[in-house]
T-cell receptor, first 117, second 115 residues
């Protein structure tokens, strides 16, 4: 089955620790995205990548880092600089090669819930 | 900043009734999409409407787009208890050439359908 896999589903972090959330897709999508969801605030874009070895900051990139070394993988590191990391993190992918580039329907993973102790 | 703002924030109806959710946005878009999210899960794409389209249907879903007012609405007809979920609009902007664009989501509408 084609899809997008996030792990772990639940993660607990002590203050001052970095943690990395995994996101893998086998949909042959060019673009991948990380969103953060807090209660009542919808989804906010952290980082996105449209091609291997390239990525752009979203609206709330501070305290986060990403890499895109392979087309299939887009891990997100929540660093100790992120002051309020407790949230639900959603990874998504979209956009196959070729036009129209704007028809970018996203497929989402099941999410990772991070709690800071 | 949030591109899409949705109204109402919460909607409670009885099975069989229609549910209408609205979305407003601020800048020009390539297309607008609606997604559904069951509690604690990922989002699922429902429907996409392009900036040059005014209305689109998919099963019990009807989406309209008014680019002059920068607004869209999602109508779910003959609602069922299984439609209970959060619904989000997402706008795609700056797409074209080699860019897939940026998807920005609204705050969402929580729909509860009572049996």
């Amino acid at each position: 089955d084609g899809g997008i896999t996030q792990s772990p589903k639940y993660l607990f972090r002590k203050e001052g620790q970095n943690v990395t959330l995994s996101c893998e897709q086998n949909l042959n999508h060019d673009a991948m995205y990380w969103y953060r969801q807090d209660p009542g605030q919808g989804l906010r874009l952290i980082y996105y990548s449209q091609i291997v070895n390239d990525f752009q900051k979203g609206d709330i990139a501070e305290g986060y880092s990403v890499s895109r070394e392979k087309k299939e993988s887009f891990p997100l590191t929540v660093t100790s600089a992120q002051k309020n990391p407790t949230a639900f993190y959603l990874c998504a992918s979209g956009g196959r090669s070729g036009p129209p580039k704007g028809a970018n329907v996203l497929t989402f993973g099941a999410g990772s819930r991070l709690t800071v102790l | 900043s949030q591109q899409g703002e949705e109204d109402p924030q919460a909607l409670s109806i009885q099975e069989g009734e229609n549910a209408t959710m609205n979305c407003s946005y601020k800048t020009s878009i390539n297309n607008l999409q609606w997604y559904r999210q069951n509690s604690g899960r990922g989002l699922v794409h429902l429907i996409l409407i392009r900036s040059n389209e005014r209305e689109k249907h998919s099963g019990r879903l009807r989406v309209t787009l008014d680019t002059s007012k920068k607004s869209s609405s999602l109508l779910i007809t003959a609602s069922r208890a299984a439609d209970t979920a959060s619904y989000f609009c997402a706008t795609v902007s700056n797409a074209g050439g080699t860019s897939y664009g940026k998807l920005t989501f609204g705050q969402g509408t929580i729909l509860t359908v009572h049996p």
